[in-house]
């Protein structure tokens, strides 16, 4: 059950022992050149405290003894890290390049596959029958097209001078309407004889009493004829 699910491993090969072996080389001559620095400093300052103690043979072993680590030893240690620094480079130039192959393989592989899908597809097929369909479209719109020509040249056939017969019709009996309508308000506003003498006895009964009415005067309701004498003799 386990098996199952664990992730394929791919074979080591010797190109991978290879590079695995040159980086290893790389990092141990690295840590090597980092201790020789760190031997040479310490040297350094080990003869620098001999002058000041005036130790000048204890001094002079310790700059001795430095300037071989760091002429011979050192220099040589530092020349092959440089030298294996370049084959690092190129084996990663080289890992960059087989990445490269492979992803240029990988996608031939998928662009094969996908050109064998579409030549099962039968493009050339497919395209003859979609230019069949799209004329057949075009044929039935055009059939459309003539069938509507056809009813609206059936609607131009209804004749011309009945329709303008029919619309002064309307026209006229609208007409009509309004004058009945007119006719009507008028009527509204006419005044009978009578009422209109009433209404002028009143007003003028109103405007007398507005006249001669004092603070201390009780007002009575005089008839038409009195008011209309005493309009008369104020004026």
Known sequence: FAARRAQRVQPVTEAD????????????????????????????????????????????????????VESDVLARRQQALDNIERIVLKLQQAASDVQLLQAFKSGTCALKGLNQEAEDMHAERI?????????RADEIQAVMDDGAAVVADGMQD?????????????????????AAA??????????????????????????????????????????????????????
């Open 17 to 68: 022992r290879g590079a695995f072996h040159v980086v290893s080389t790389r990092d141990t001559i690295a840590r090597q050149v980092t201790a020789l620095e760190s031997r040479v400093l310490e040297l350094d300052l080990k003869a620098r405290n001999a002058v000041v103690r005036k130790l000048r043979t204890q001094a002079l072993g310790y700059l001795r003894l430095k300037r071989h």
């Open 127 to 135: 395209f003859d029958d979609w230019a069949d369909q799209a004329l």
């Open 158 to 178: 209804v004749d011309d001078d009945a329709l303008e017969a029919e619309l002064e019709a309307l026209l006229a009996a609208d007409e009509q309407k309004e």
């Open 182 to 235: 007119s006719d009507k308000q008028k009527e509204s506003n006419v005044v009978v004889p009578g009422k209109q003498e009433t209404a002028d006895e009143d007003m003028l009964a109103n405007a007398f009493n507005k006249v001669t009415l004092s603070p201390d005067h009780t007002p009575s309701e005089p008839n038409a004829a009195e008011a209309k004498e005493r309009i008369a003799m104020l004026e």
